[in-house]
């Protein structure tokens, strides 16, 4: 059975920063893409970023791109998302997500992210 859990949400101050984590479980990991996705408070998802099966190659959103960084290892099925500069328009709950062709087949439960001063 598959499983994401994603870490590391919290309260942090505009132009903080904060380290996700997700842990997967009950496939192999090194052999899929992973992607982190968001969703801000009354709006719908948006896409972050992908990291490739080796950790090579990552894209990024243009709303994200040089502030926050995509991350795997997979000697212990984990992937991140750091996040820099972050912005009051960056609260949201982040989701990590498995990757299948060009959806996402299975998904976290989220972790919070809230930007305020």
């Known amino acids: 059975q598959v499983h994401l859990v994603e870490s590391g949400g919290g309260l942090v101050q505009p132009g903080g920063s904060l380290g996700l984590s997700c842990v997967a479980s009950?496939?192999?990991?090194?052999?899929?893409?992973l992607t982190w996705v968001r969703q801000a408070p009354g709006k719908g998802l948006e896409w972050l970023s992908d990291?490739?099966?080796?950790?090579?190659?990552?894209y990024y959103a243009d709303s994200v791109k040089g502030r926050f960084t995509i991350s795997r290892d997979n000697a212990k099925n984990t992937v991140y998302l750091q996040l820099n500069s972050l912005k009051p328009e960056d609260t949201a709950v982040y989701f990590c997500?498995?990757?299948?062709?060009?959806?996402?087949?299975?998904w976290g439960q989220g972790t919070r992210v809230t930007v305020s001063s």
């Open positions: 997500a498995k990757k299948w062709g060009t959806s996402n087949d299975y």
């Open positions: 009950g496939f192999t990991f090194s052999t899929y893409t």
């Open positions: 990291i490739n099966k080796s950790g090579r190659s990552t």
